[in-house]
């Protein structure tokens, strides 16, 4: 999933290659191989103000 994230892919693929072994092998070592990585994803609403230009 790493490697799908826009500032990764922008990334020299070299780099971007020594970047997602040190992932994996983080990943390798946690218990049942596996990591849990959070995202808090924010939205924000608001009612649209009547436009008095096409009242």
Known sequence: MWATFPNVRELDPVLREVL????AEVVAGQPGGMVVDHYVTTLYTAERQPDARRS
């Open 20 to 23: 997602l072994d040190g992932v």
